[in-house]
């Protein structure tokens, strides 16, 4: 998820976005992809639930919260499509695990003892980044995936995961993103979903895609985060044909 700041066209294609997306009232249970949207899958899971866990030491109570409400908007969509929850969060209010200071990162989360042969044994960490951010301070927060090519398979299999949200460049500073917004666009990657439209493509992507979770891109108003917190119709129709 990118803020806006240095992609500032987005921001009035944003307004334009959200003013023209519809109200989601149903939820689309067949698997429906666009011609242009056939490469933008990250992979899935072969086993769900999926497990979630938060770094201990990291998230307020009230963050908490937010995270836990993101989680149950897959979870409920999912429950209302397919019959099941995708993501399992463990004890209320959420999983934590304390890594002991020793970080999964983008550059090491597919190398690291949680990718045993059997498959994924650990939970997929959220953590909230004060220091040490590499990603370019315009990402508001990035999860990194573990695609293992399967033989004749449409999807390739998810492994393991992990997701970085940047309260070094954000939420600390005059620039407050909407923390549920973010972590519910986050967990779109973590089941499989790329984004909406990508690069040159989302120039003049219609409002289907602006309007859609996965849309790579959210504005502020002044410091203030853009809310863009349900599972739009065009993420409704992908995340179907993952599972
Ligand atoms: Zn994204």
């Not at 009035?12 to 249970?29: E, R, S």
């Not at 769900?48 to 030491?57: F, Y």
């Not at 065009?234 to 995340?239: E, L, P, V």
Request: proline share 4%; charged share 15%.
């Amino acid at each position: 998820m990118k803020s806006v700041r240095t992609y500032l066209c987005f921001v009035g294609l944003l307004v334009l976005g959200l003013a023209c997306a519809p109200k989601v009232t149903d939820v689309y249970k067949e698997c429906v992809v666009n011609t242009d949207q056939t490469t933008l899958f990250k992979g899935h899971w072969p086993q769900h639930p999926i497990p979630l866990a938060v770094e201990a030491v990291d998230f307020s109570a009230s963050e908490l919260v937010e995270v836990q409400a993101a989680i149950e908007k897959w979870n409920d969509f999912f429950d209302s499509s397919k019959g099941f929850k995708l993501y399992l969060t463990g004890s209320s209010p959420l999983a934590t695990i304390n890594s002991g200071g020793a970080r999964v990162t983008r550059g090491t989360v597919c190398s690291q003892t949680i990718v045993t042969p059997s498959g994924f044994s650990n939970s997929i960490k959220i953590y909230k980044t004060r220091s040490g951010w590499t990603y370019g301070s315009q990402v508001m927060a990035l999860t990194s995936l573990c695609p293992v090519t399967v033989s004749g398979a449409q999807f390739r299999n998810l492994v393991a995961a992990v997701m970085e949200i940047n309260y070094q460049d954000y939420f600390s500073t005059s620039l407050h993103p909407d923390l549920q917004s973010l972590v519910v666009h986050e967990l779109g990657h973590i089941l499989g979903l790329d984004h909406s439209c990508n690069g040159a493509g989302c120039t003049d992507a219609p409002d289907e895609y602006r309007s859609a979770l996965m849309y790579p891109a959210l504005g502020f108003d002044g410091t203030i985060g853009r809310v863009k917190r349900d599972v739009g119709m065009n993420d409704q129709q992908r995340a179907n044909c993952l599972y």
